[in-house]
C-alpha cells in the first residue's frame, strides 16, 4: 500500500511562489509514475505535471514555463515548485502515484489547498 501525503499549500497572491511536497511511503520511483493533479472547485481533476520512473516530464500546457516537478529519491519525495502563480492556479493539489504494470493503479494523497489571491 503507498501513502502520499502532501504538504506545502496556502495562500498566495498572484505572481508568488509555492512549492508542494509529497512525502511517499518508500522507495517507489522505479515502480511508479509520480505526479501532481488538482482539481478547481466545480471541475474534473486535472494533470498537471508528472515524472516517469525513467526520469521523464511531462508538463499540461497552462503550467509549464511556471511549474517545475522533481523528486529526491534518497528522500522519498516528490516537489512540485510553482512560480508566477495565477487566480485559476488555484486548486487542491493532489499527489500521485501511478503503477508502471498493468493495469495501471492509482494512489492518491489528501491533497493541499493552494489559493491564489488577485
Not at 10 to 38: E, H, K, N, P
Amino acid at each position: 500500500q503507498v501513502q502520499l501525503v502532501e504538504s506545502g499549500g496556502g495562500l498566495v497572491q498572484s505572481g508568488g511562489s509555492l512549492r508542494l511536497s509529497c512525502a511517499t511511503s518508500g522507495s517507489i520511483f522505479d515502480f511508479y509514475t509520480m505526479g501532481w493533479y488538482r482539481q478547481a472547485q466545480g471541475n474534473q481533476r486535472e494533470l498537471v505535471a508528472t515524472v516517469t520512473s525513467a526520469g521523464i516530464l511531462t508538463y499540461a500546457d497552462s503550467v509549464k514555463g511556471r511549474f517545475t516537478i522533481s523528486r529526491d529519491i534518497d528522500k522519498s519525495m516528490v516537489y512540485l515548485q510553482m512560480n508566477s502563480l495565477r487566480p485559476e492556479d488555484t486548486a487542491v493539489y493532489y499527489c500521485n502515484a501511478q503503477t508502471i504494470s498493468w493495469p495501471p493503479r492509482d494512489y492518491w494523497g489528501q491533497g493541499t489547498q493552494v489559493t491564489v489571491s488577485s
